[in-house]
C-alpha cells in the first residue's frame, strides 16, 4: 500500500473555532439577500412551514406571518418533494394548451418552469380566485336551468 493513500486529506486542516450557529446565521442571511434580490415569490404555505418543526419548537418568537429565508423553489431537493400525485383528467382541448400556457410563464418569468410547478400555481390561482373557476364551470352547463 502505498503511503498516504489511506491518510485522512483533511486530517491537517485546522477546524475553524466558531461558536455553534454562527455559520448558520450567516447562511440564513444570505439566503435571505438572495431571495429579497431574487424576487421570487413566497406562498402562504411555504410561510407556514418554515415555522413548522425545530425552528418553531427552537424560537418561540417566530410567527407565522415571518417569510422564509429561502423561496421555495431552492429550498426543496427534487421538483417532486413534498407533494402528492393526484390524477386529473383533461379533454385533448385543454391538454393542448399546457405547452403554449408553459411557453408564456416562461417567457414572462424570463426562465425554464417545471410543468409541475406551473400546474400547481394554476391550481392555486384557481382556488384563490373561487369565482372565476364558476365562470368557466358555468359555461361548462352548471348552474343551468
Known sequence: MKAGSGDDPFAEIEERDEPAGVADD?????????GRQTGAPVDDDDRNDATAGADADADDATTESAPPSIPYKFRRSSVKEGRTQRPIFVRPHVEERE???????????????????????????????????ADELREWGYDWD
Do not use: H, I, Q
Request: aromatic share 4%.
Open 99 to 133: 405547452s403554449d400556457f408553459l411557453r408564456e410563464l416562461e417567457d414572462d418569468l424570463g426562465e425554464d418552469v417545471y410543468k409541475t410547478d406551473a400546474l400547481e400555481a394554476a391550481l392555486v390561482v384557481a382556488m384563490n380566485n373561487p369565482d372565476l373557476v
Open 26 to 34: 450567516a447562511t440564513e442571511a444570505a439566503a435571505e439577500t438572495t
